[in-house]
C-alpha cells in the first residue's frame, strides 16, 4: 500500500488539499505514449537513487510551455514542454526534481555560501538563460542545485573524486550530491581500478606529441597493432626523418613481434551500438565506450559542470556481471587515452614519459 501525502496551503484548503504519491506513483499526463513511459522510468529512478519515498509530488504533466520545464511548489506539481524527448527530456525532469527535493528538504540552505558561489557561476555561464538579479538568494542557489543535480548520480559518483585540469569546485559540488542527494545511488559502488600496465618500445624514439591507435587482435596471439604519427616537437625520430611508426607487439611484454601490420586480424567488438553511460555523461573520441553489449564495456567521458566548465575525462567501467556503468577510483584522464578490445577484455592505452603504455580496465 503506498504512502499518500497531503499538502495543504491556505488557498488549497478553500478548495481541495493536493493529494501527492512517492515518486513511481506519481500520475504522468499529457504527452505521448512515448514520452509518459520515458517520465514514468525517469520518476523510478531518481526515487532510487535518492531513496524511496522520499519525494511527493501531485502529477507531472506535458504541456505546451514557453521554456522546458516548470515545478509548481504550492501543488507539488511538474509541467514539461511537450516538445520534450530523448536524453533532453530525462536531463529537464530530473532538473525539475531536484529542484522539487530542494524546496521539500531546504537543502541548498544548508551550505549558503556554497551555493551563493555556484549559483553565481550558473548565472554568469555564456548561454545562461537565468537572470540574476531577478531571482531571489534562495531561488539562486535552487537554481545551482537543481543545474548540478540535473546531471545525475553516476555523473555525481564519477567527478567526486578531483582531477587537475578542471575546477575544484566540480569535485566539491559532486561530493555534496553524492552525500545530500544520491545518498541510496547503486553507482555508490566505485571500481576499484589499478592498472596493471605493459609498455612498448616507442620510448625509443622520445615521442612527446603523437596520435596513437591501438587495435587488440585475434591473429598472431596476444599481437597488439600500434601505429600513429611522431609530433615535430622535440623528438629524435623526428630528426631521423621518421614521422610515422607502426608495429605489432605483444600485449603482454610490448617485444616487437615480426608481423606486418597488414597481416593483422582485429577483435571484433560492439561499440557502435553501445550509446553513452546515463545522465550528462559524453563520450567522445578515444574516450566514446568500447566493448560489447552484454558487457565488458568501458569509456572515458566528461561532464559538462554550466558555470564551472567541463570536467576532465573520467574513465567509466561496465562490467558484465550487472551490466551497469561504473565509476572507477584512480579513474582520472590519462594523456591520450585511446580504448581497444583484445582477449575479450576493454584495454585503454595511453602516453606516460614519451612511453606508449596499456592496461585492462576491470
Ligand atoms: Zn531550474
Not at 21 to 46: C, K, S
Not at 47 to 53: F, P, R, V, W, Y
Not at 88 to 103: G, P, S
Not at 166 to 184: G, H
Request: charged share 25%; proline share 4%.
Amino acid at each position: 500500500m503506498a504512502r499518500v501525502e497531503i499538502s495543504c496551503t491556505v488557498l488549497q484548503v478553500l478548495m481541495a488539499c493536493t493529494r501527492t504519491f512517492p515518486l513511481p506513483e506519481v500520475p504522468v499526463v499529457g504527452g505521448t505514449a512515448e514520452q509518459r513511459a520515458q517520465v514514468a522510468a525517469e520518476l523510478v529512478d531518481f526515487d532510487e537513487q535518492i531513496g524511496t519515498e522520499r519525494l511527493f509530488l501531485s502529477e507531472v504533466r506535458f504541456e505546451p510551455l514557453d521554456f522546458e520545464g516548470l515545478i509548481h511548489l504550492t501543488s507539488r506539481r511538474i509541467a514539461l514542454d511537450d516538445n520534450l524527448d530523448g536524453g533532453r527530456l530525462d536531463h529537464v525532469l530530473r532538473h525539475e526534481l531536484c529542484h522539487a527535493l530542494d524546496y521539500s528538504e531546504d537543502l541548498a540552505q544548508i551550505d549558503q555560501d556554497f551555493f551563493d558561489e555556484l549559483g553565481e557561476a550558473v548565472a554568469g555561464a555564456e548561454d545562461s538563460r537565468i537572470d540574476e538579479v531577478s531571482l531571489d538568494a534562495r531561488s539562486l542557489r535552487s537554481e545551482a542545485l537543481a543545474t548540478y543535480c540535473g546531471v545525475g548520480a553516476l555523473a555525481a559518483f564519477a567527478t567526486a573524486e578531483s582531477c587537475a585540469e578542471e575546477a575544484p569546485q566540480i569535485a566539491e559540488i559532486a561530493v555534496w550530491l553524492t552525500e545530500f542527494v544520491w545518498s541510496a545511488s547503486r553507482y555508490d559502488t566505485l571500481l576499484d581500478w589499478a592498472p596493471a600496465v605493459h609498455s612498448s618500445w616507442f620510448a625509443a624514439h622520445d615521442l612527446r606529441t603523437y596520435d596513437i591507435e591501438a587495435d587488440g587482435t585475434l591473429q598472431p596471439p596476444n599481437g597488439l597493432a600500434i601505429s600513429g604519427s611522431i609530433g615535430e616537437a622535440s623528438s629524435t625520430a623526428w630528426d631521423d626523418g621518421i614521422t610515422d611508426f607502426s608495429a605489432v607487439v605483444d600485449i603482454d611484454s610490448g617485444a616487437v613481434l615480426s608481423v606486418a601490420l597488414e597481416d593483422i586480424e582485429d577483435e571484433k567488438d560492439m561499440w557502435w551500438d553501445l550509446g553513452d553511460p546515463p545522465g550528462g555523461i559524453e563520450c567522445n573520441y578515444g574516450g566514446r565506450p568500447r566493448g560489447w553489449l552484454d558487457g565488458p564495456a568501458a569509456a572515458w567521458c566528461t561532464v559538462e559542470f554550466v558555470g564551472l566548465g567541463r570536467s576532465d575525462a573520467r574513465l567509466l567501467v561496465m562490467s558484465d556481471s550487472d551490466l551497469e556503468w561504473r565509476a572507477t577510483t584512480n579513474g582520472c584522464a590519462l594523456p591520450g587515452y585511446e580504448l581497444f578490445v583484445a582477449r575479450g577484455a576493454v584495454w585503454t592505452a595511453w602516453i606516460e614519459d614519451a612511453t606508449v603504455k596499456w592496461s585492462e580496465v576491470r
